[in-house]
């Protein structure tokens, strides 16, 4: 069974920085397309990265240029550097498979709260 931890998050004020972390177990995610995604209150969730198997990326408007997704094949994580947080970026991250592929369970997801 594949399981996913999200780590890294906290509360920052707006314009830092956070990376966040994704370790997989019970599978390499080398293999697959990946995504970071977050869920704020009363919001459905929204995909904010993918990364494919060979490392080229893509981000909505709304994090471009502000976001990265990187991946650490050997340790089996996922991370996104999150540059410039504004308030908005506020919610509950996860990662999973990227948005186009069914998704593994979801973890817990880990928590970024931008305020000043």
């Known amino acids: 069974q594949v399981q996913l931890v999200e780590s890294g998050g906290g509360l920052v004020q707006p314009g830092e920085s956070l990376r966040l972390s994704c370790e997989a177990s019970?599978?390499?995610?080398?293999?697959?397309?990946m995504g970071w995604y977050r869920q704020a209150p009363g919001k459905q969730r929204e995909w904010v990265a993918a990364?494919?198997?060979?490392?080229?990326?893509n981000y909505p408007d709304s994090v471009r240029g502000r976001f990265i997704i990187s991946r650490d094949n050997a340790k089996n994580t996922v991370y996104l550097q999150m540059n410039s947080l504004k308030p908005e970026d506020t919610a509950v991250y996860y990662c999973n498979r990227d948005p186009s592929r069914l998704p593994f369970t979801w973890g817990q997801g880990t928590q970024v709260t931008v305020s000043s």
């Open positions: 990364i494919t198997s060979g490392g080229s990326t």
């Open positions: 019970g599978t390499m995610l080398s293999i697959y397309p």
